[in-house]
């Protein structure tokens, strides 16, 4: 019971830390967004505890098959940090944010081209935008797009090189996926597998289709200022970590579809064997 407290009170602190990185980073930061970053932050924090303290599952899939969840925090933390470290080199400049910038600068430039998603961020700019803001968007963009590639590539490796999910023991289908009813109708392995292409279709078509949800709510609502650092950060945070979270899920589920046809298979064999003696 302490040792799970305890590992909730750390993962509480990381959320709270990643949350508040660019309130602290950002210059611009005014005290009312400092509040309300505080108390998402803290919200955030407590939903954690109450998550990874309790023995039952509640909202968070694969919460004891390490290393799903922490490559997905540590790409969300890498995709925050670093936008957080390119808004601010455009207030405050150093070695460091230069470097991030001419690295995201180069990412982007290298795929913006037609109907590519770091295209289809910057489209949503007015025309008239001022070129600067262009180009921080374009350099923002490219390496967060670059961070949700490496966090799939590293997940993919995972997978490869470990036997995921079974690498700490039997897998529970009720803790890791509590979202999921096996007893809800139909074959399981059907309804896995039929998951995971839903959600690795969506996890390439967001992408594309969230710089047009974007645009469209700014005409039907007003213009949202995508150039505002915080709204800059969270929403291309957004853009690139769920389409690769979603990726991750759909690679997850279909590793997990094809664990239990496997074992299904060995059952099968198993079953028409026949014994290795006959009685006399």
């Known amino acids: 019971m302490l040792s799970r407290l305890s590992g909730a009170l750390l993962r509480a602190v990381l959320v709270i830390f990643l949350i508040v990185t660019p309130a602290f980073m950002v210059p611009e930061t005014g005290a009312d967004t400092g509040q309300i ?13 109450f998550e990874y303290a309790s023995a039952y599952p509640g909202l968070v899939e694969f919460r004891d098959a390490p290393p799903f969840n922490r490559i997905r925090f540590l790409s969300l933390f890498a995709i925050v940090f670093l936008l957080s470290l390119v808004v601010r080199g ?8 230069r470097l991030v910038q001419l690295i995201g600068a180069r990412i982007g430039e290298a795929i913006d081209f037609a109907y590519s998603p770091v295209n289809l961020v910057v489209l949503m700019l007015p ?11 374009r350099s923002a963009a490219g390496i967060s797009y ?8 590293v997940f993919l490796i995972a997978l490869r090189l470990t036997n995921w999910p079974n690498n700490r023991g039997a897998f529970n289908v009720w803790v890791n996926m509590p979202t999921f009813d096996p007893t809800a109708g139909g074959d399981v392995v059907y309804r896995l597998e039929r998951d995971a292409i839903i959600n690795v279709a969506l996890g390439f078509l967001l992408p594309f289709l969230t710089p047009a949800l974007v645009k469209a709510a700014g005409d039907i609502f007003g213009t949202i200022s995508i150039t505002s650092a915080h709204t800059m950060i969270w929403t291309l945070a957004a853009w690139a970590f769920l389409p690769a979270s979603l990726f991750m899920r759909g690679m997850a589920m279909g590793r997990i579809a094809a664990m239990i046809r496997a074992e299904r298979a060995r059952r099968e ?12």
């Open 90 to 97: 455009a207030n405050a400049t150093s070695d460091l944010t």
């Open 37 to 49: 970053v505080a108390v998402i932050a803290l919200l955030a924090g407590v939903m954690v505890v």
């Open 146 to 153: 670059l961070i949700s590639l490496i966090s799939l590539a």
């Open 127 to 137: 025309a008239d935008a001022p070129e600067q803001s262009v180009a921080l968007l």
């Open 269 to 280: 064999t198993e079953d028409e064997e026949p014994p290795a003696w006959q009685p006399a």
